[in-house]
């Protein structure tokens, strides 16, 4: 009824609330863009980031997609590191090639030293090694802030403890001033995303994204929450 021709979806612990697509939703996902004649975008981020104790995760939507509906976009980035930006995009029919015809255009092609660096990589046998040793310390960062949030941090409500990822999404207290708590976070020398951005509409209530990903372990973490609480008790009274 909108007339919306793309439906850009993160299914797999999407960001910034972590919630995975429920299973019962994935078809009605896939069966109202084809009714639409539109194209679901799959973002798949962070596949390759599932915490240790998530089990299994679902497949991508791609593999449910039997009609060419679903453009499907994967990154190894996220696992690797930040500057090694290497994407994939699986699709099926004519929109494959013609999302392909534009990449040439767009960026000529990806380095080869970039692509066989790629290749090397995930097939080395230290691969699955990496994986497994990030899903682990995911796991270990991710229970070291809920733990510390829980018990230095109760005001901020942690509805849902994603699977998978590298932030938390605390709802703030009904009134908070979002903008107020950021500044003086870095005042007392911690950053996180506010919430605001995220939303296209008013939100509900005031949000932060805190992340784990860049700090140098479990300690750093614990004082981050630390100097939250400083920030939270100036600004929330
Ligand atoms: C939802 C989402 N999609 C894609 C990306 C970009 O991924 P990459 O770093 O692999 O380019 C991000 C980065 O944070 C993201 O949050």
Redesign the pocket.
Known sequence: ASGARVFVC?PLF???TGAVLARDRRAAVLRTARAAGAFVVE?D??RHLVHEDAGPPPPPLAADDTDGVVVH?A????ATS?SF?V?ALAARGPVLERLRAIQVVDAFFVPRPLQEAALELVGSPAWPRHLRALSAELRVRRDTMVSALRLHLPELALDHVPSGGYHLWPRLPDGADETALTAAALRAGVAFTPGRPYFCAEPPAGHARLSFAAVGGSAEIAEGVRRLRSACSEVLG
């Open positions: 993160q999407q960001n910034p973002d981020f962070v976009v990154s190894l980035t996220k930040p930006r994407s």
